[in-house]
């Protein structure tokens, strides 16, 4: 039987897909560009394609299984620069634009170039926008992205050439600290932070379980970052850590005691308090 576009908008949506979730992803079955949602509007009553109604129902069982629309469609927007994600990395969240910023706003001023790491990188958001803003500001700087992840590297060393930033930033393959050399002004990391036992999890069974947990109170790897970051850090330099919406207490109990100053948290756009950090005392 000939299904309409519109006929087959509102199938998904009776099967529990939002109704923007179900556009994006006709779209993508059509092979049109994501935003042409106007022209699903303008072309509601027009028949669809045997092969593309197939595309449009397995992205849609794939959608009701929870499979982020990141990886359905290949891309995430982050801090206005659009980043390759797959399976490998996590999705990026708006969330982690609030550590983007807190580096921005903690660069030094300085003539020499100036030393950036970002912990357990995945798909690249964090360095790259750093790197980005940094590279359009005509700052001196060195930008090292790191992560155990050979596969988590690949994707953010594609998105590296994808936005032209490949000369700004080195990738290292190493698990926190293990091969990093030399001090840094910033470090930043949005590490795993959930409780091995969440049961908020399982909606997010289809990443990296590596990047998603911790331990049993999500902690270990915050602890084992701020524990060894004063080896790295400058004199008067910032680790920058992102956490859960309410591990703030903690994770600034955490720096105070390794001996940082200035210790405080920031907010999200929600209000919830979603990083914490401390500047390396001299």
Known sequence: ?????????????TTGIERLDAQR??????????????WLLAHDDDPIEKLARQAFQHLCQR???????????????????????????????????????????????VTTPIRLLDLGTGSGAVALAVANHVKKAGLPAHVVAVDASSDALDVARFNARALGLEAEVEFVGSNWFERVEGRFDIIASNPPYIASHDPHLEALRHEPLPALTSGVDGLDDIRRIVQTAPHYLQTGGWLLLEHGFDQ???????????????????????????????????
């Open 25 to 38: 992803l006709l779209l993508l079955a059509l092979g049109r560009p994501p935003g042409e949602r106007a």
């Open 63 to 109: 959608r009701l299984c929870n499979e982020p629309m990141a990886y359905l469609m290949g891309h995430q927007e982050f801090f206005g620069l659009h980043f390759k994600v797959d399976a490998r990395v996590l999705v990026p969240r708006p969330d982690t634009e609030t550590l983007v910023q807190w580096v921005l706003d903690s660069l030094p001023t």
């Open 1 to 13: 039987m000939t299904r309409t576009l519109g006929q087959c908008l509102l199938e998904a949506q």
């Open 248 to 282: 703030a207490t903690e994770v600034c109990q955490l720096l105070a005691l390794r001996g940082f100053i200035s210790v405080h948290s920031r907010a999200d756009l929600a209000g919830r308090l979603r990083c914490s950090g401390g500047q390396m005392a001299g």
